[in-house]
């Protein structure tokens, strides 16, 4: 009965964790060897994170009177929240 | 016809691939719309940006846990320092839900391919965690100071359909660790369909799990 997963959709897990794990296998050099059950956590962690981005990011366009959201909002919802600072540089030097 | 694939990707510079460096566009918009209303639109832009972000997160996260097993020479990220590192990063209010998720990820691991990755986890568990816990929730619970609650948010099986089933999947420390979690005293009704069974009925169960 649980089978089909936390999302239902794609299975257990919205995104891949083939894709998970090579970006943390990047993240560093001397990532050695990663647990299967690493990548898992991060597929829903993923998941929450993205969630509470978008929230605020929405509540910026909102303040705006927007329907659309930009990427200033999702900039604005990294700079309104202290857990994000570590996406400050991300947010900023985006090109184009 | 010169056209050898592999003489081709060799000649090639040695280029990033996107998909070496992000998680799918379109796996990322539909977890954007769950949380946006219908008639929201996302500028390119703005999905491209969560797209950097969320490849930026697992980066952070997986550094923060890379160091902790450097330290403690081990080779290996498990998920229990990738818990560690969030909950250090200040992602405390994840712990909970993920330790959760990862509860029930282990429950149908365990139900579909037999017990040899179990066996496996808890070699790694004991090398790694000084006390003998029979599974990381045990070893997680430190970070909380309250019992976990599945917070709303979360998908979570409300226990009523499942007590068969939690019989035969969850091992005697799984058992006792629920028991423990949700501070399993006589009366209370999700320790009664564990630790009853077979002893005296002196409450009546809703609908009896055992026929």
């Not at chain 1, 001397?30 to 299967?36: G, L, T, W």
């Not at chain 2, 060799?10 to 539909?30: G, K, W, Y």
């Amino acid at each position: 009965m649980l089978v089909g997963g936390v999302s239902g959709r794609t299975g257990p897990h919205s995104l891949p964790l083939a894709r998970i794990k090579r970006i943390m296998k990047r993240s560093s050099d001397d990532v050695r060897m990663i647990s299967a059950e690493a990548p898992v956590v991060f597929s829903k962690a993923c998941e929450h994170l993205i969630g509470v981005l978008v929230r605020r990011a929405w509540a910026a366009a909102l303040r705006r009177k927007r329907r659309t959201l930009l990427k200033e909002d999702v900039a604005a919802a990294v700079a309104n929240t202290d857990v994000f600072d570590f996406l400050v540089q991300v947010v900023q030097q985006q090109p184009k | 016809m010169e056209l050898n694939p592999a003489a081709a990707a060799a000649a090639a510079p040695p280029v990033v691939r996107e998909q070496d460096r992000f998680m799918p566009i379109a796996n990322v918009i539909r977890i954007m719309r769950r949380v946006l209303p219908a008639h929201a639109k996302i500028a390119d832009d703005a999905k491209e940006m969560i797209q950097e972000c969320v490849s930026e997160y697992i980066s952070f996260i997986t550094s923060e846990a890379n160091e902790r097993c450097q330290r403690e020479q081990r080779k290996t990220v498990t998920a229990e320092d990738v818990l560690w590192a969030m909950n250090k990063l200040g992602f405390d209010d994840y712990i909970e839900p993920l330790t959760l998720f990862l509860h029930r990820y282990r429950e149908l691991e365990g139900d579909h391919r037999g017990s040899v990755r179990g066996e496996a986890l808890q070699l790694i568990k004991h090398r790694a965690v000084p006390t003998a816990v029979p599974d990381m929730t045990t070893a997680v619970s430190q970070f909380f100071t309250t019992p976990p609650v599945p917070p709303p948010n979360f998908v979570v099986p409300p226990p009523a359909t499942a007590p068969p089933q939690h019989h035969n999947l969850l091992s005697e420390s799984m058992v006792s660790y629920f028991l423990g979690m949700y501070g399993g005293g006589e009366g209370s009704s999700a320790s009664g369909s564990y630790s009853h069974v077979n002893g005296m009925p002196n409450f009546d169960h809703p609908y009896p799990p055992y026929k």
